[in-house]
């Protein structure tokens, strides 16, 4: 049974004043708590009495369904234990969901730091890094890159430098969680009250990391398979985990399929050198493409901006203005599947009206 100081966890003035606007006087054995961890329909809540192990009501699941992360309200019973409302989101962590559909998947929720893991092996790809920078960017939470396993590999000077000048904004560690160098500085981020959260891919070290920080092998971690320090991914659930010096932290499984969930404007942040550029363009609303005047076009022409990184900024811009097109037909027919039975009706009662 973990007991927890909520301040420590995150509890601050935000969700104080969204408590106090639910208004739940007369509502018995209440309690509030943090969600850690999801196991199908149940979820285990940190509250500041212990952990409870509870469901999400219907009317809750219709409006959206909580995440780690959240800070969620508990009706505890002798017989059940149900959440009946999540108190008001800071902001979260999301993407599309894998496929075809378009639907929102919240990763984690009310995140203060996201940790970008990247290994300089196999793992090393700038051009994902990119679309990291874009996700957290629109989560509008703090981005760190940890380039792990910098033990592992020669020359990493110049993999260091490639990633400083793309992470525009961003703070960049070389670190290696297996062998604990470079681990100091996450003592300047993970504090109380602030909640920082994992991504990355499969077998990056994340788990390895986190069992560094808590100094002891709490999360499962894979086997290391070659020189290069490659291990296994064995992750397979976010969960929220209260650190011994302050502050918590959630560990994600890798993301193989990170597809973008947001806006054009998220792209600005995480792409400050082309939007910085973006001002000297002859037309305001100018697509960098093939426009007179393009200051952008212009940079890539002369070698001041990377070839790779503008396709892959075009490529992104695509990609959330295919999705704005397709979230505006989606509410245009949600829109008119709310009024089509009214009208129905409304037709029913001008012919009813008209026979009589």
């Known amino acids: ?58 009317k809750v699941l219709e409006l959206e369904s909580p995440a780690v992360g959240d800070w969620v309200v508990v009706k505890i019973t002798e017989t059940a234990n149900m959440i009946i409302k999540v108190l008001r989101r800071k902001g979260c962590i999301s993407r599309k969901v894998p496929g075809r559909k378009l639907n929102e998947q919240v990763i984690a929720a009310n995140i203060d730091i996201v940790f970008i893991v990247m290994g300089l092996d196999d793992d090393f790809n700038p051009r994902r890094l990119e679309r990291y920078l874009v996700m957290v960017s629109a989560s509008g939470s703090r981005p760190v890159v940890l380039l792990n396993k910098s033990d592992a590999v020669e020359g990493t000077e110049a993999k260091f430098q490639q990633v400083l000048d793309l992470s525009i904004g961003a703070d960049v560690h070389a670190i290696s969680a297996l062998k604990g160098t470079g681990l100091t500085v996450m003592d300047t981020y993970l504090k109380r009250g602030v909640t920082a959260a994992l991504v990355g891919s499969s077998g990056v070290g994340k788990s390895t990391l986190i069992n560094r920080l808590l100094g002891e092998e709490r999360l499962r971690t894979g086997e290391v398979r070659k020189p290069g320090g490659k291990g296994r991914h064995v992750t397979t659930s976010r969960e929220l985990i209260v650190l011994p010096g302050g502050g918590v932290l959630i560990d994600n499984p890798g993301i193989r399929e990170l597809q973008l969930w ?3 404007n998220d792209l600005d942040d995480a792409f ?56 505006e037909k989606g509410a245009r027919g949600e829109e008119k599947a709310r009024w089509k039975p009214l009208m129905k009706n409304m037709k029913y009662y001008q012919r009813y009206k008209r026979d009589r």
């Open 262 to 264: 947001g806006d054009k």
């Open 1 to 58: 049974m973990l007991t927890c100081d909520l301040e420590e966890m995150g509890w601050d003035a935000h969700f104080d004043e969204a408590f106090r606007a639910l208004d739940l006087e007369g509502v018995d054995g209440s309690d509030v708590g943090r969600v850690s961890f999801l196991d199908g329909p149940h979820y285990t809540v940190i509250t500041g009495h212990g952990e409870v192990r509870t469901r999400a009501s219907s």
């Open 272 to 327: 400050r050198d082309i939007h910085d550029l973006s001002i000297d363009c002859r037309f305001r609303d100018c697509q960098h493409l093939s426009e007179p005047g393009c200051a952008v076009r212009h940079a890539l022409e002369t070698g001041e901006l990377d070839s790779l990184r503008y396709d892959n900024y075009v490529k992104m811009r695509k990609e959330l203005h295919h999705l704005a097109i397709r979230s």
